[in-house]
């Protein structure tokens, strides 16, 4: 049972282990480590945006509906391309021109927004490499267009483009939507600039990597706009290092479960074998008179050590397996099931399973067979 249930601990940890570790170091492929978000009231944020764009201590300023890495994942929509007729369900999003330099985003084909497309809102689009290769395989998209599906009145897809938009851009694949959903599967871009909606993320762009020095700016820009009005600067990378300190705990949390459970197993080995050995001294003093070899001995009790350490380990695994099929799939916290966890917790279990049971053995080797058969 001891044997079982550290198999069943050190697959659960060695699983977290590593996907936490993967949702604690995320590939975002975006340069978001000099980006603040500015929060502010929106009747000012256009004067405020302007007055940051002169600042020596400013590099971008840029807007989106919703900053990446936080505020949830990407909203979607229907969309179908023009030449193939692929229909495919997108996320979108809706920035300024200076979104791509500020996170440093490449274009890899066409162009971006121009200031006259953003200020219109015009039916042209940017759209990611994974979406174009998705919507037009082996096709030149620049030039194609999208038919966006209509929206019901009361969803933030309102603000989308109606009918058609022409695609101007390829942008390469990177993470708009949540920390946690990786690199988006698919991505298009629509034109905006500052507007004084509620729902718009203004984005600064530091020259340094000192936040002093940004919020020294703002509270500049700000003053001369409007000196009693409120406003926070809020780090990219302080806020989705809050939103990634969950996974660090929980690597952090899963180390501490293995180490528990090797202990366990350990102790557990290495008590009952040597209660084994000091059960069956006499056996072993009779045995060793009548001529077995102390090697033999200790290879038969390694046999039988083995063969209940080897039940143990099965039925550890078995629920484990059960356990990980079952909640697996239900939050992205979980890990996903795969073999590796299971062949590296079997591995950690036998090989302290033989560790545990090698001074007990040793222990057994040494038995003298005149004083094992004085021993009641």
Same mark, same amino acid.
């Given at each position: 049972m001891q044997i079982g249930a550290c198999a069943l601990f050190l697959v659960g940890a060695v699983a977290f282990l590593a996907e936490s570790s993967r949702l604690a170091n995320p590939q975002t492929n975006l340069s978001y480590e000099r980006v603040s978000l500015i929060s502010i009231d929106p009747k000012v944020r256009p004067a405020v945006a302007r007055r940051l764009a002169s600042e020596a201590a400013?590099?971008?300023?840029?807007?989106?509906?919703? +900053?990446? &890495?936080?505020?949830?994942?990407?909203?979607?929509?229907?969309?179908?391309?023009?030449?193939?007729?692929?229909?495919?369900?997108?996320?979108?999003?809706?920035v300024s021109p200076e979104y791509f330099p500020l996170f440093e985003i490449q274009i890899v084909r066409g162009r971006t927004f121009t200031p006259a497309e953003a200020a219109a809102g015009a039916a042209v689009a940017l759209v990611s490499e994974a979406t174009a290769a998705a919507l037009w395989p082996g096709l030149d998209p620049i $030039?194609? =267009? &999208?038919?966006?599906?209509?929206?019901?009145?009361?969803?933030? $897809?309102?603000?989308?483009?109606? $009918?058609?938009?022409?695609?101007?851009?390829?942008?390469?694949?990177?993470?708009?939507?949540?920390?946690?959903?990786?690199?988006?599967?698919?991505c298009v871009y629509f034109p905006t600039d500052?507007? +004084?909606?509620?729902?718009?993320?203004? &984005?600064?762009?530091?020259? =340094?990597?000192?936040?002093?020095?940004l919020r020294s700016a703002v509270t500049s820009a700000v003053k001369d706009v409007a000196p009693e009005m409120p406003f926070e600067v809020l780090p990219m990378r302080t806020l989705v290092g809050l939103a990634l300190w969950i996974f660090q705990a929980f690597s952090v949390a899963a180390s501490l479960l293995g180490v528990v459970g090797l202990l366990?197993?350990?102790?557990?080995? !290495?008590?009952?074998?040597?209660?084994?050995?000091?059960?069956?001294?006499?056996?072993?003093g009779v045995r060793m008179a009548l001529g077995a070899s102390a090697w033999r001995i200790v290879w038969g009790m390694l046999v039988e050590t083995s063969r209940t350490a080897a039940i143990g380990l099965a039925a550890g695994l078995a629920?484990?397996?059960?356990?990980?099929? &079952?909640?697996?799939?239900?939050?992205?916290?979980?890990?996903?099931?795969?073999?590796? +966890?299971?062949?590296? $917790?079997?591995?950690?279990?036998?090989?302290?399973?033989?560790?545990?049971?090698?001074?007990?053995? !040793?222990?057994?080797?040494?038995?003298?067979?005149?004083?094992?058969?004085? =021993?009641?």
């Amino acid at each position: 049972m001891q044997i079982g249930a550290c198999a069943l601990f050190l697959v659960g940890a060695v699983a977290f282990l590593a996907e936490s570790s993967r949702l604690a170091n995320p590939q975002t492929n975006l340069s978001y480590e000099r980006v603040s978000l500015i929060s502010i009231d929106p009747k000012v944020r256009p004067a405020v945006a302007r007055r940051l764009a002169s600042e020596a201590a400013v590099e971008q300023v840029a807007v989106a509906w919703k +900053p990446p &890495l936080i505020n949830g994942s990407l909203p979607t929509t229907r969309v179908t391309a023009s030449a193939t007729s692929i229909a495919l369900n997108t996320g979108y999003t809706a920035v300024s021109p200076e979104y791509f330099p500020l996170f440093e985003i490449q274009i890899v084909r066409g162009r971006t927004f121009t200031p006259a497309e953003a200020a219109a809102g015009a039916a042209v689009a940017l759209v990611s490499e994974a979406t174009a290769a998705a919507l037009w395989p082996g096709l030149d998209p620049i $030039g194609q =267009t &999208l038919d966006l599906a209509a929206v019901p009145d009361g969803r933030a $897809g309102r603000r989308l483009p109606r $009918g058609r938009a022409q695609v101007i851009g390829v942008t390469e694949d990177v993470t708009n939507g949540n920390v946690f959903d990786g690199v988006d599967a698919s991505c298009v871009y629509f034109p905006t600039d500052v507007k +004084p909606l509620k729902e718009m993320s203004l &984005l600064v762009r530091a020259r =340094t990597d000192d936040v002093a020095v940004l919020r020294s700016a703002v509270t500049s820009a700000v003053k001369d706009v409007a000196p009693e009005m409120p406003f926070e600067v809020l780090p990219m990378r302080t806020l989705v290092g809050l939103a990634l300190w969950i996974f660090q705990a929980f690597s952090v949390a899963a180390s501490l479960l293995g180490v528990v459970g090797l202990l366990f197993a350990y102790s557990g080995t !290495h008590a009952v074998v040597s209660f084994l050995v000091v059960q069956r001294t006499r056996e072993f003093g009779v045995r060793m008179a009548l001529g077995a070899s102390a090697w033999r001995i200790v290879w038969g009790m390694l046999v039988e050590t083995s063969r209940t350490a080897a039940i143990g380990l099965a039925a550890g695994l078995a629920v484990a397996a059960g356990l990980m099929r &079952l909640f697996s799939s239900s939050s992205a916290i979980l890990p996903a099931f795969g073999a590796r +966890p299971f062949v590296v $917790g079997a591995a950690i279990v036998a090989v302290a399973t033989a560790v545990a049971a090698l001074a007990p053995l !040793h222990a057994a080797a040494r038995i003298d067979p005149a004083q094992a058969l004085r =021993t009641e």
